[in-house]
């Protein structure tokens, strides 16, 4: 819970996780669908939110898996062409929730696979952002994760800011303090 009041964490954190009781539990509702009870026994597999599974993580009462859109399938895309990997359906938070999962779970095969997609796909997102005009959105922003999407409108922005600038602009500012006058040293 990094960054409390960030409502893009707040979304990445509601992620669902597999997770798998290491214990049973009673009164707990019902998270496992499959059952009416309101308790859950030792070795039921479950998907829960990213914040519960990580504060059942911490209290040994689960362990935690990897969710879908880390898996093999996924990690092979990515290493083949991540630049049009469709990350957005399998998880909108798709860098967010990796770095939180692999903190949570220790695993170090995740981090060598969001290094090659966001390198990869940053260069890809620039190009479009400084190639295409600016009315017109092209179909890739649809594959774009939130990260992405925010990369994508920052570099539009600096891109019409600096043709605004181009096309004549202020092109320097005489600075307040150059105009006034010393007072004489008495």
Same mark, same amino acid.
């Given at each position: 819970?990094?960054?409390y009041?960030?409502i893009?964490?707040?979304?990445?954190e509601?992620?669902l996780?597999?997770?798998?009781f290491?214990?049973?539990?009673?009164?707990?509702g019902?998270?496992?669908?499959?059952?009416?009870t309101?308790k859950?026994?030792?070795?039921?597999?479950?998907?829960l939110?990213?914040?519960?599974?990580s504060?059942l993580?911490?209290?040994?009462a689960v362990?935690v898996?990897?969710?879908?859109?880390?898996?093999?399938r &996924?990690?092979?895309e990515?290493? =083949?062409?991540a630049a049009?990997?469709? %990350?957005?359906?399998r998880?909108?938070?798709? #860098? !967010?929730?990796?770095?939180?999962i692999?903190?949570l779970?220790g695993?170090k095969?995740?981090?060598?696979?969001?290094?090659v997609?966001f390198?990869t796909?940053y260069?890809e997102v620039l190009?479009k952002?400084? &190639?295409?005009s600016l009315t017109? =959105?092209p179909?890739?922003?649809?594959? %774009?994760?939130n990260e992405?999407?925010?990369? #994508? !409108?920052?570099?539009r922005s600096s891109?019409a800011a600096v043709k605004?600038w181009r096309m004549?602009?202020?092109r320097?500012?005489?600075?307040s303090?150059?105009?006034?006058?010393r007072k004489?040293?008495?």
């Amino acid at each position: 819970m990094a960054k409390y009041y960030d409502i893009d964490d707040i979304l990445a954190e509601d992620e669902l996780v597999p997770a798998i009781f290491k214990v049973a539990a009673n009164e707990v509702g019902l998270i496992d669908s499959s059952d009416d009870t309101n308790k859950v026994e030792s070795g039921s597999k479950v998907e829960l939110p990213f914040w519960l599974a990580s504060e059942l993580h911490l209290r040994q009462a689960v362990s935690v898996g990897f969710p879908r859109c880390f898996n093999k399938r &996924t990690q092979e895309e990515i290493k =083949a062409d991540a630049a049009h990997v469709d %990350l957005r359906n399998r998880c909108p938070y798709f #860098y !967010e929730l990796g770095c939180k999962i692999v903190l949570l779970t220790g695993d170090k095969s995740i981090g060598p696979v969001l290094l090659v997609a966001f390198m990869t796909r940053y260069k890809e997102v620039l190009i479009k952002a400084h &190639t295409t005009s600016l009315t017109v =959105a092209p179909k890739s922003l649809t594959l %774009l994760t939130n990260e992405e999407a925010k990369l #994508y !409108e920052a570099a539009r922005s600096s891109t019409a800011a600096v043709k605004k600038w181009r096309m004549g602009g202020p092109r320097l500012k005489k600075a307040s303090v150059l105009g006034r006058k010393r007072k004489p040293v008495e």
